[in-house]
């Protein structure tokens, strides 16, 4: 559900860019810096999912590493081996969540100088709202619950 949130998002951002990009001239003229502008707000808007997408998949490799490694086969290496698994996983996945964000917003991907510096502004920012974010998509998880919850009236 997480993923097909951002991939709505930054579709729906790149498919309205065309029409924010007259817009956006007014204020900025540098049709890179647009796009910088228009994929930093997607990645603004996606990234309490995104969080929720790493906790998710940090939860998902520890049960993962727990009921793959068997003690029995990897004996004294039983920890580290899972402790391994435990961490690589959610790594691998998110750079195959960042493949899937930049197919799918390839129409204001920024170039490559600005992506990075970017992606290096949204680590940060990431880490100093990481409890907002959590917060936010709990609150958000909780009110689609009651909706699907909620009776029609008869």
Same mark, same amino acid.
């Given at each position: 559900?997480?993923?097909?949130?951002?991939?709505?998002?930054?579709?729906?951002?790149?498919?309205?860019?065309?029409?924010?990009?007259?817009?956006?001239?007014?204020?900025?003229?540098?049709?890179?810096?647009?796009?910088?502008?228009?994929?930093?707000?997607?990645?603004?808007?996606?990234?309490?999912?995104?969080?929720?997408?790493?906790?998710?998949?940090?939860?998902?490799?520890?049960?993962?590493?727990?009921?793959?490694?068997?003690?029995?086969?990897?004996?004294?290496?039983?920890?580290?081996?899972?402790?391994?698994?435990?961490? #690589?996983? =959610?790594?691998?996945?998110?750079? @195959? !969540?960042?493949?899937?964000? &930049? $197919? +799918?917003?390839?129409?204001? #991907?920024? =170039?490559?100088?600005?992506?990075? @510096? !970017?992606?290096?502004?949204? &680590? $940060? +920012?990431?880490?100093?709202?990481?409890?907002?974010?959590?917060?936010?998509?709990?609150?958000?998880?909780?009110?689609?619950?009651?909706?699907?919850?909620?009776?029609?009236?008869?």
């Amino acid at each position: 559900m997480n993923l097909a949130l951002v991939s709505a998002i930054f579709i729906g951002v790149s498919y309205g860019a065309r029409y924010a990009a007259p817009w956006l001239a007014h204020w900025i003229v540098d049709e890179r810096v647009q796009r910088v502008v228009l994929w930093s707000a997607a990645l603004m808007l996606a990234m309490p999912f995104l969080v929720a997408v790493w906790r998710k998949t940090q939860s998902l490799a520890r049960l993962l590493a727990e009921v793959s490694v068997h003690p029995e086969k990897a004996g004294r290496f039983t920890r580290a081996i899972r402790h391994v698994i435990a961490e #690589l996983l =959610p790594v691998v996945s998110m750079f @195959g !969540v960042f493949l899937l964000v &930049a $197919a +799918l917003s390839g129409t204001i #991907l920024p =170039p490559t100088g600005f992506l990075i @510096g !970017v992606l290096v502004c949204a &680590a $940060a +920012l990431t880490m100093l709202l990481w409890r907002w974010c959590v917060k936010i998509h709990a609150s958000m998880q909780i009110a689609l619950r009651e909706t699907f919850d909620e009776r029609p009236d008869a």
